[in-house]
């Protein structure tokens, strides 16, 4: 399949294919395709996976090792520059497979963060996080769920594959703490994913007049102006979305010293290059990696 032409100076693809569904968004509704996870990636073997005996119901597993990454596909924390360069390519690739899908996503909490300051992930941080709207989040569970999208990258000769999940309790609107990550989007190979919440109508608010109350199952809320219109704009050198209002969502979640500290978790930001550079010392105590869990 061929990537519209202005993604193509984006994203590192040289190839995309959906394994087991057609690369074309279906004109007519397919039947669901759920994908044994088995028979997915090289790794499957590994089982790494956090048992949760206080939380029976949570559908996603975490590695018993470190919470960023699925134990099924991980069997071990990755360094700091091999993590940077792997979610950079998981970022790369989620929005380039969401933009092909059409479904509506954006960035939020540490990655807009990232965004915020040089358009590119924290390099300390071991997570990403992406929003979407109700209307996609439906769309992924019914024709996208475990649907594995193969992606060729520079340097990687025999390419990598990602797969979309989606968890079973994203029809319940009510807040579950154990499943209020919607969705995932997964590195077949490291492990590392990305998190995707759904912004959800709070219709407990709407019932009492409050119009535009927005709701995420991770117990974040908004306002409908907070979000939407989505603004466009680049992140890692992709094409993304951000929230409207994206300084005031930014505030209320980390406070303003986030948006003018220049030295924070063991790095520094250089405004001439525009890039946050680790501290010495804390390279040499190894600090860069957060604890496990
Ligand atoms: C996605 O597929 C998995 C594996 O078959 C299944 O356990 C899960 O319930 C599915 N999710 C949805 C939203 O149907
Ligand atoms: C939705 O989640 C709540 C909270 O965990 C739970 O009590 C309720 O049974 C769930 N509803 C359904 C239909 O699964
Ligand atoms: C939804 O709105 C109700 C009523 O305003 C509020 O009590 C509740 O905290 C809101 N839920 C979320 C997740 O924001």
Known sequence: ????????????????????????????????????VLGVGSRSHRRHQNAYPDEPDKYFHEADFDRHYDGRFANKRLSYDERRKHLTALMQTYLSTMNDIGAETWI?????????????????????????????????????????????LPGLDEGRDYMLEVNPHYINDSM???????????????????????????????????????????????????IFPLRESKFEGCPVNVPFAYSEVLIEEYREGALSQTVFAGHRFEPETQEWIPLRHAVQQNKLLPPGP
């Open 176 to 226: 579950e703490s154990a499943n209020k990550i919607d969705a995932r989007w997964i590195d077949t190979d490291t492990g590392l994913y990305i998190d995707i919440t759904t912004l959800r109508r709070n219709r407990t608010a709407e019932a009492r007049g409050v119009e535009g109350a927005m709701m995420v199952k991770d117990n974040h809320h908004y306002m409908y102006d907070d």
């Open 1 to 36: 399949m061929h990537l519209p032409l202005g993604l193509l100076a984006c994203f590192p693809v040289v190839v995309h294919s959906i394994i087991g569904i057609p690369t074309h968004p279906p004109l007519e509704p397919l039947p669901r395709r759920d994908a044994p």
């Open 108 to 152: 939020m909490h540490g990655s807009l963060l990232g965004w915020w300051w040089n358009r590119k992930i924290l390099p300390w941080d071991s997570d990403i996080d992406a929003m979407v709207s109700e209307k996609s989040i439906h769309h992924l569970a019914d024709y996208y769920n475990m649907t594995v999208h193969h992606y060729q």
